[in-house]
Every structure is written in C-alpha cells, then in structure tokens.
C-alpha cells in the first residue's frame, strides 16, 4: 500500500508540474526574458526520461528522415519511426522560446533533418538553440516531439493548450481536432 500511495504523490506532483510547462496562460509570444532557464534547467530538461523518441547525438550525426502520414487531421510531419512531430505557436519562425520544464514534456527534434516521402526539402532546415544545440525545422518552424506520445500514429500534443498543433507538408499548423486527451497534462 505504501508503494502505491508514493506512486500516487509522485504522478501528482509530476502532473503538476506539467501542468505549470509550456503555453500557460497569457498572449504574449514575444516575452521570454523572464522564463530564460539556468543552466542546470537546461541539462536537464534536454534528457527526458520518458520513452519518447531519442533526441540525442544521433539526431546531430545523421538526423532525422521527416515524412508525412494522413489520418483524420489530414496529412501531417512524422519521423522515419512514426512519431509525430509538432509545432509551438508560441515560437517565432526560426527562434524557438521552448526552454526549461517545456523541453521536458517536448523535447526537440536535434540536428539536421532529411526530407522523406511527401516532404519538401526546401522547407527543412535548422535554427540554433539559445544553449548553442541545433533543431531542425520546417518553414522555419521548430520542431517537436510531445513525451505522452509513446506509439507510431500517436498524437496526443495535437491541440494542447491551442498553442501545440501537428504540421503539414506546406509547413502550416494544422488547428482541427484537439485529441481527446490533449489538455491532460496542462
């Protein structure tokens, strides 16, 4: 019983702090002065412990194949795995502002992205984090992935706190369908 009531406290205060990370409220894109993580955060925050995809050197050396998949949503930006693969509206084109807790729930694409099947390789590229590390992007936009998204075809970020959408080959967020669990964590 013990084992289960720490259990317990330690998925609730996990939770809670999900439910403090990224696109809390307000409107204003453009202020991240204040929210700039330490050093500390940022270490930790870039190695989640979840069961999302690597992120790591790998995605340095080689980088990801981003291709695209059609469901419901319509046709959107995967990895060469199945995972989906999101944007932060929150973001600006070519700066992400997804630091600290954030990074935690969704970790970035790393390094230098290859065009797949249904993507246009003129829109992938790269932006440089503020921690010096590079993600890959599409139209510009950084990408992402969400850490709840454990299987292929997952898409559980779609719609999180209407600032988290899967993007489609033209490199737009597409807004539809919000998935059923997506405001869970936050």
Same mark, same amino acid.
């Given at each position: 019983?013990?084992?289960?009531?720490?259990?317990?406290?330690?998925?609730?205060?996990?939770?809670?702090? =999900? =439910?403090?990370?990224?696109?809390?409220?307000?409107?204003?894109?453009?202020?991240?002065?204040?929210?700039?993580?330490?050093?500390? +955060?940022? @270490?930790?925050?870039?190695?989640?412990?979840?069961?999302?995809?690597?992120?790591?050197?790998?995605?340095?050396?080689?980088?990801?194949?981003?291709?695209? @998949?059609?469901?419901?949503?319509?046709?959107?930006?995967?990895? +060469?795995?199945?995972?989906?693969?999101?944007?932060?509206?929150?973001?600006?084109?070519?700066?992400?502002?997804?630091?600290?807790?954030?990074?935690?729930?969704?970790?970035?694409?790393?390094?230098?992205?290859?065009?797949?099947?249904?993507?246009?390789?003129?829109? =992938?590229?790269?932006?440089?984090?503020?921690?010096?590390?590079?993600?890959?992007?599409?139209?510009?936009?950084? =990408?992402?992935?969400?850490?709840?998204?454990?299987?292929?075809?997952?898409?559980?970020?779609?719609?999180?706190?209407?600032?988290?959408?899967?993007?489609?080959?033209?490199?737009?967020?597409?807004?539809?369908?919000?998935?059923?669990?997506?405001?869970?964590?936050?």
């Amino acid at each position: 019983m013990r084992v289960r009531t720490g259990l317990t406290t330690t998925a609730a205060v996990l939770a809670v702090g =999900l =439910l403090t990370a990224c696109g809390g409220g307000g409107n204003d894109a453009g202020s991240t002065a204040d929210e700039s993580p330490t050093a500390e +955060e940022t @270490t930790t925050a870039e190695a989640p412990t979840s069961e999302a995809p690597t992120t790591g050197t790998e995605g340095e050396a080689g980088g990801e194949t981003i291709e695209t @998949t059609t469901t419901d949503l319509g046709t959107f930006l995967i990895d +060469e795995e199945g995972m989906t693969l999101y944007l932060f509206t929150k973001d600006s084109p070519g700066k992400s502002v997804c630091e600290g807790e954030c990074l935690a729930a969704w970790p970035p694409v790393v390094g230098e992205a290859k065009a797949g099947d249904g993507v246009d390789a003129s829109l =992938l590229g790269t932006i440089t984090r503020s921690d010096g590390s590079t993600q890959a992007s599409y139209n510009d936009w950084p =990408l992402y992935y969400y850490t709840p998204d454990k299987a292929a075809g997952d898409v559980n970020g779609q719609g999180v706190n209407d600032v988290w959408w899967v993007i489609s080959p033209e490199g737009e967020a597409i807004m539809g369908a919000a998935s059923p669990t997506s405001m869970s964590l936050y």
